[in-house]
């Protein structure tokens, strides 16, 4: 039997296409399932050479090692930390970006040109006197400290993203909602806020890797035990007691499964406020 | 548009104003203040003008922290931005299966910097073996890689590549979807080749968001403080001690404020410089 040429090609062109999304798979991906897999050995089996990629004895030690070492109790901060940061920051949020998307004012554009210009502000340039600040007003230490700081530094990017969407919704629906009684917040609450939940999850989701994810600034602004957060808390297993690499890599895991869980429910909304936020505005 | 409630609006942005005083302008006016002055333990010593700037500008370490940070910056924002590119062109079509694959992608790019660089480490360390594994048969037996200079530098570069590729493919994703279909279609039916439809059409379409992708990586490459100070700290000796891991333990390590706070009021006016790019170019993007 001839082999037909276009089915050829298309054989061709799906084996590229494999083998290039495997590449690509393997470079983003192996050096975490290294890390999980890792993890999951006995010490001694860890620093094996050469190394085996498969378990031969599978051990859950190092995460208990984690949890015993207060460890959901710096999960738990992190949580509480980055949902009090989510709720503060969108509705600061949203009722700046509603002001600027539906209001003439003056001083609007100094305002948008404002917001684009902090959201490009470093924060590693902005750790020591902030530092000084937080020792000044008594914020030193504690969870709210953080919690301002995180949401100063999300801020813009969240106002950026409820602008753009807020522009998008018709007018008209408010007017409507004006000329029945309603005042500015109450249209923003009852009329606009449910119609942008799309991108109120996406700013959420910002919000939320930033403030799960964050190590700088929690690990410069905190010092004691009961605020620390998960991040600084992974990163203790790096310096104190030598170079612990089974409860580093597991802890490690464990932050990462709790935002990857999340991403993957909510990942259409991350991408196309991603790409709203980012080129769009 | 709602113009009659003269003082609303002002009432809806003062929170998010207050905030951002509060926490961004304030600090910066604190540390360029403490730049003024001889300061010791977060104590003030008395006011030196610029002296702290003077330090900071003719310190042989600061020489070898800017050369660093423009060697991993520039070396990373070019590999960054043709993968970047590249998957975003690669995984333009939508459907499930490129759903997929941007996602994992995305994944680096959404675990913690911290965390990420941790797994490098221990993907690059002696003790994990797999360096050995890896380069032993190549020819480069006992090397460690995060132990030489040039290794360490290029294990950095790859760390930035690794998390941040995901941030440029899907900016360039973004700018890609709003190129209008037909074009593209159009030339094909002209018989445009596959180059030509690229460089005639998707790469002038394509300016603005490129522009405003390269200008975002470099900013953050410039300032990233925890790709060195967990993946290399700063070494072997100071071959990767970037200008915002100097300014960080400058600040934190060595006490010395005032120079710190120096050397962070000068890497922001060189991000003050890149941000006025970037507004340009946000303008002419229609944005503002």
Redesign the interface.
């Known amino acids: 039997m001839k082999a037909n040429p276009y089915l050829r090609e298309a054989t061709q062109r799906a084996t590229i296409r494999t083998i290039v999304n495997a590449i690509i798979v393997v470079f983003a991906l192996a050096p975490i399932l290294w890390g999980v897999l890792s993890s999951l050995k006995p010490t001694n089996q860890i620093l094996e050479v050469p190394p085996r990629f498969i378990p031969r004895e599978v051990t859950l030690e190092h995460y208990s090692r984690v949890i015993g070492d207060k460890g959901l109790f710096y999960l738990g901060n992190s949580a509480l930390i980055s949902a009090i940061t989510i709720v503060v920051a969108l509705t600061v949020g949203a009722l700046a970006a509603y002001a600027m998307a539906r209001y003439q004012f003056r001083g609007r554009k100094v305002l948008m040109v404002f917001t684009i210009g902090v959201m490009s502000i470093p924060i590693a340039s902005l750790l020591i006197p902030t530092f000084t600040l937080l020792s000044v007003i008594g914020l030193m230490n504690t969870h709210a400290g953080l919690i301002l700081l995180y949401t100063a530094y999300q801020l813009p990017i969240v106002i950026w993203m409820l602008y753009g969407y807020f522009l998008s919704l018709p007018v008209e629906i408010e007017h409507a909602a004006r000329i029945d009684g309603y005042t500015a917040l109450g249209t923003l609450r009852r009329v606009v806020l449910p119609l942008s939940k799309p991108a109120l999850v996406a700013a959420a989701l910002f919000v939320l890797v930033f403030a799960w994810n964050d190590f700088v600034v929690a690990v410069t602004m905190t010092s004691s035990e009961s605020v620390r957060t998960f991040p600084v808390a992974v990163y203790f297993y790096l310096g104190f007691y030598g170079r612990e690499w089974g409860p580093l890599l597991a802890s490690s895991v464990i932050s990462i499964i709790p935002i990857i869980a999340i991403f993957i429910v909510l990942q259409r909304y991350f991408i196309s406020g991603l790409t709203g936020g980012g080129v769009k505005g | ?3 009659s ?1 003269k003082y ?3 009432r ?2 003062g ?3 207050l ?2 005083l ?3 302008i ?6 360029f203040w ?1 730049s003024l002055n001889r300061v010791q333990f ?1 104590q003030i010593r008395g006011f030196s003008g610029f002296d702290n700037y003077w330090r900071i500008l003719t310190s042989p370490m600061v020489g070898n922290a800017i050369a660093v940070t423009l060697t991993f910056s520039i070396v990373s924002l070019v590999l960054t931005f043709v993968i970047g590119f590249g ?1 975003a062109m ?1 995984l333009e079509r939508s459907n499930r ?1 490129n ?1 997929v ?8 790019y ?7 660089s ?3 480490k ?2 690059f360390s002696k ?4 360096s ?2 890896i380069l032993a048969p190549m020819g480069m037996g006992d090397v460690s890689i995060l132990a030489d200079p040039n290794t360490a530098m290029a294990a950095l570069v790859y760390n930035a590549v ?1 998390r941040d590729s995901a941030f440029a493919m ?2 360039l ?3 890609l ?2 190129i209008p279909g037909h074009l593209q279609m159009a030339a094909r039916v002209d018989g445009a080749s596959a180059w030509y439809r690229f460089v005639r059409i998707t790469l002038p379409l394509l300016q ?2 490129i522009f ?2 390269v200008i ?1 990586l470099f ?1 953050h490459l ?5 790709y060195p ?2 993946l290399t700290g700063g070494g072997p000796g100071t071959s990767t001690e970037s200008v ?1 891991l100097k ?2 333990r400058l ?2 390590s060595d006490n010395v ?1 005032g120079q ?2 120096a050397l ?2 000068l ?2 006016i060189v ?1 003050l410089a ?2 006025a790019v ?2 340009r170019l ?1 303008k002419k ?1 229609g ?2």
């Open positions: 548009m709602f113009t409630e609303t609006p002002y809806l942005v929170l998010a104003v905030i951002e509060g926490f961004v304030v600090p910066l006016i604190i540390g403490y977060f998957l690669w299966l759903g694959m941007q996602a994992v992608v995305l994944i680096p959404m675990i913690a910097m911290l965390v990420g941790m797994l490098l221990w993907v003790e994990s073996g797999l050995d594994l690794w899907i900016m994703l973004a700018g979807k709003s603005v968001p405003i992708t975002r900013i410039v300032n990233t403080l925890t100070l967990i915002v300014m960080y600040g934190f404020l710190a706070n962070a009021i890497v922001f991000n890149l941000v970037l507004l946000f993007a944005n503002i």
